[in-house]
Each structure stands twice: as C-alpha cells, then as structure tokens.
C-alpha cells in the first residue's frame, strides 16, 4: 500500500500545472480565421474573353495549347526574345537587391537553428578553484593555510517541453523562413517584369528616334521646296522662317530621346548588376511587335502562384504559432538538471592522502510564473494583436491581387483596341501629308496646312508607338500579377 506521502507529490504536481493551465488571461477580441475566399472568374467589361488570341508558333506547346495559367510559364518561355531573355538572366545572376534578398533568406534560416537549440538539453564544462584562508582562531585548518579547492566536471540542463512551447517557437522561425523565401520569390516576379518593361521602352525610344529622323529628313525636303517657292514669289519670308522653326524644334527634341535612352539603357544595367555600357537589343521592328497571348487561368490559382500572398499566408501561421508560445509562457516550466565532477580540496601536496573526490547530481525543478504574470500577459495580448494583423494582409493581399489582374486584364484588352485606332489615325495622317503637299504645289493650300499635317502625323506616329509600349507593358505586368517570373 502506497504512502500517504507518496500520493501527495504526484497529486500537488497536478494541482500545480492545473494552477497555471487556469491562469491564462482570456480574450476579449481573439483572432479570427482568414476568409480565402475568391471570386470564381474575373469580372472585365472591357475584355470579352479571358484568354487573348495566341499568335502562331509562340510558345512551347507543340498543339498550340495554352497552359492553365500563363504564370506557370518560366520566363524564358513567356519571352522569345534572345536579347531579353540575356537580360533577365543576368538580372537573376548579379541584382544586387536579389543578392540582399538572399542574404534575408539565408538570416531566417539561421534563426531555424537557433530555435532548435533551445529545446536540445544544455551541456556544459565547468573547471574552476578557490583559495581556502582559514580565520585565526579555526584551528582545524590551521596547517591548510595555503590550501585551494579545484573542481572538474561536466554539467547538463535540460527543459522538457511538455506545453510544445519551443517547438513552436521553432515552427514558428520556420514559417518565417518560408515566408522570407517567398518574399525572395516576389521580388524576382518584380524584377523580371522591370526589366521586361524598361526593355521595351528601350525598343520603344530607338523606334520613336528612327520615326523622328526620317521626319527630320523629310522637313528638311519640305523646308528646300518652300525656299524654292519663296525665290518663285509664291510665299513669303514667314514661310521659311515657320519649316525652319519646326526643323530645329524636332533637331533639338532628337537630344530629349537620346538622354531618355541612356537613362533607360543605365537603368537595365544597374538591374542587371553592371556598370553602364551599350545594352543589345533588338533592332527595328517595333510596332510589329506582337503582344503574347496570356491565359489568367482561375482566381483561385492566384493563392499558390503569387508569392506575395503566400508570403502573407506564412506569416499568418507564423503569428499563430506565436500566440500558442506566448500562452505556453502562463504554464508551468520541468527542468531538468544533472552533473558529474571531480573536486580535490586542500593543497597539491597531500595528494597521497586527499584523493580526488566523485561527485554527481540530479534534480527536477518545476517553476510557475508569479510575479511577472503582467509581462507575460502583455507578451500575450500583443501576440494576438499581431496575429489580427496577419489575418488582415493576407486577406488584404488576396484582394489586391485579384484587382490588380482585374486591372490588368482591362488594360491588356483596351490598349488592344486603343493601339489599332491609332494605327487608323497614323494611315489617315501619312496619306494627308501627300495630299497636302499636291495642294501646296498647286497653290490650292497654303504652308500653315502643309506644316501642320506634318506636325499632327509626326505626333500621331509618336504616340502610336508609346501605345505599343503601353500595350506591351500591359501584357508583361499581367504577367507578373498573375504570379509569373519567379520559377
């Protein structure tokens, strides 16, 4: 039959973890779930169909198919071009931010290890002496007055984690790293779309310095007619002085393009980790350009192709778990402690007759917090906050995802139809500039219209190849808001 005694210690351990399991504050306001709700399709009033017609023989897909997702698509595969794809590679290879990135990543998987060790037992060796300088009047060791205490041994802690309090601080460091590998992700989608898009500016600005010089030339061709036609009586001074002017204004907005395309050429170098040079690329052609047929897939697919949502889900059971380690903190802590050592007192010299002395222990000790219950309260309600916090980004990055592919799908199908317009407006204008000019030599219209039918077709043919841009701008940023770049 047990002792009475012996029933007592297991049943004040159980008192003593039910005291501490009933010391846990409640919550007035606790987190909730996250709603990962999405709408089924995309909504665009603009664009007719969801998918865009796909050009022959672009892409990977012998039958011409696409994938469910055109961000499923390596970028490589989304973009043909040999000079862009260099480009992009090299960005992926030498972006000083990437490389930062990385560095991030690789933080948070140390802070992986320093979680695990928290929850391994502690070991560690102790050595150490101590002078002994007996009082006068302690006869006993009077003789001992040079004596000394030497002691060697090896000493282990080890806190068992009976309320997974360290486990989840270590899963919790992982989820961290996880959401910073995600974070790496995002910025890799950012950077392959800005290097895409300043790529076409790029072919965009050397197309509109092409269009400019030839309509420099052209002027020039204009200018020589109207002088003959001032030496022939036919107009006046105001005349010459009026093709000058617009001579010189298009000579001098030459230098304006020239500036933009060392800045653009100066800004693909710094994203491809460089320092400034010529940057290949393709040449002429540019509003042959057709812009690649995307498939947006399913609202759905957002949440496992846009790492930026997913680095919100992560966070979110990061902070979870960060709530359960906080509540962990109100229970009672089990340590246990053990240690083996070698001690010899007094001095070196009576070795022979003051052998070494073995001496080991072992001691459990289970501790409640008392007096810091305020600590670790504040500790709590803040955990829960943050995790409040966490379900709000990631259902605020849900939501701006989804919009953003709304927006840009309209944008895809609008600069579509914006785009084929102006090309109408550019037909009418350069057919006009001949017409004008038969008029003009026949003295059935005067220099003014010549002049500004010039002036209208050059504008038109300027803002026809910035809408090329925008449209495939349009297409690379759907790209990237559907979650591509990053594999």
Request: hydrophobic share 45%.
């Given at each position: 039959m047990a002792s009475r005694g012996s029933l007592l210690s297991p049943l004040a351990l159980v008192a003593f973890c039910l005291l501490g399991s009933g010391c846990v504050p409640a919550l007035t306001d606790p987190a909730r779930e996250a709603d990962a709700h999405v709408p089924e399709s995309y909504s665009v009033a603009a664009v007719p169909s969801a998918t865009l017609p796909r050009p022959a023989g672009d892409g990977p897909a012998d039958d011409g198919s696409l994938p469910e997702s055109s961000a499923e698509l390596k970028p490589e595969e989304f973009f043909p071009d040999p000079a862009l794809q260099a480009l992009i590679k090299a960005a992926l290879e030498h972006n000083q931010e990437l490389s930062i990135s990385s560095l991030e990543v690789l933080i948070s998987r140390f802070e992986i290890r320093e979680k695990e060790g928290e929850y391994l037992p502690k070991a560690h060796l102790r050595a150490g002496g101590a002078a002994l300088r007996p009082g006068q009047d302690d006869a006993e060791f009077e003789h001992y007055s040079n004596g000394a205490d030497y002691v060697l041994g090896l000493f282990a802690s080890w806190e068992l984690d009976i309320w997974k309090k360290l486990r989840n601080a270590?899963?919790?460091?992982?989820?961290?790293?996880?959401?910073?590998?995600?974070?790496?992700?995002?910025?890799?989608?950012?950077?392959?779309?800005?290097?895409?898009?300043s790529y076409y500016e790029l072919l965009a600005l050397d197309s509109q310095l092409s269009v400019l010089a030839e309509n420099i030339r052209i002027q020039q061709q204009a200018l020589e007619i109207v002088r003959l036609e001032k030496q022939a009586g036919r107009?006046?001074?105001?005349?010459?002085?009026?093709?000058?002017?617009?001579?010189?204004?298009?000579?001098?907005?030459?230098?304006?393009?020239?500036?933009k395309i060392t800045e653009t050429e100066n800004r693909l170098n710094v994203l491809a980790g460089r320092f400034p040079r010529r940057v290949e690329r393709r040449a002429g052609g540019f509003l042959d350009l057709r812009p690649r047929a995307i498939d947006?897939?399913?609202?759905?697919?957002?949440?496992?192709?846009?790492?930026?949502?997913?680095?919100?889900?992560?966070?979110?059971?990061?902070?979870?778990?960060?709530?359960?380690?906080?509540?962990?903190?109100?229970?009672?802590?089990l340590e246990l402690n053990a240690g083996v050592a070698l001690t010899r007192a007094f001095e070196f010299a009576d070795a022979p007759s003051n052998p070494f002395s073995f001496?080991?222990?072992?001691?459990?000790?289970?501790?409640?917090?008392?007096?810091?219950?305020?600590?670790?309260?504040a500790k709590y309600r803040s955990a829960n906050a943050m995790q409040m916090q966490a379900v709000i980004r990631y259902e605020q990055a849900i939501l701006k995802a989804y919009t953003e592919v709304q927006n840009k799908l309209a944008k895809v199908g609008n600069m579509?139809?914006?785009?084929?317009?102006?090309?109408?407006?550019?037909?009418?204008?350069?057919?006009?500039?001949?017409?004008?000019?038969?008029?003009?030599?026949?003295?059935?219209?005067?220099?003014?219209?010549?002049?500004?039918?010039?002036?209208?077709?050059?504008?038109?043919?300027?803002?026809?190849?910035?809408?090329?841009?925008?449209?495939?701008?349009?297409?690379?940023?759907?790209?990237?808001?559907?979650?591509?770049?990053?594999?």
């Open positions: 270590r899963s919790a460091a992982a989820k961290r790293y996880l959401a910073s590998l995600a974070g790496k992700r995002f910025f890799v989608t950012n950077l392959v779309s800005e290097v895409a898009h107009v006046s001074e105001l005349a010459v002085k009026r093709f000058e002017a617009e001579v010189f204004k298009n000579r001098s907005r030459r230098y304006v393009i020239l500036q947006v897939g399913l609202p759905a697919e957002l949440l496992t192709h846009r790492p930026d949502i997913q680095r919100a889900e992560l966070a979110l059971q990061a902070a979870k778990l960060d709530v359960e380690v906080a509540r962990a903190s109100f229970y009672p802590a001496a080991y222990h072992l001691a459990a000790e289970l501790t409640q917090p008392l007096w810091n219950r305020r600590a670790l309260e579509a139809r914006s785009y084929d317009l102006r090309a109408e407006e550019v037909k009418r204008l350069v057919q006009s500039i001949e017409i004008s000019a038969n008029l003009f030599r026949s003295a059935r219209a005067d220099y003014m219209e010549v002049l500004l039918t010039r002036r209208d077709a050059l504008n038109a043919e300027m803002e026809l190849i910035e809408t090329k841009a925008e449209q495939l701008e349009a297409v690379v940023s759907l790209y990237r808001a559907l979650g591509g770049g990053w594999r």
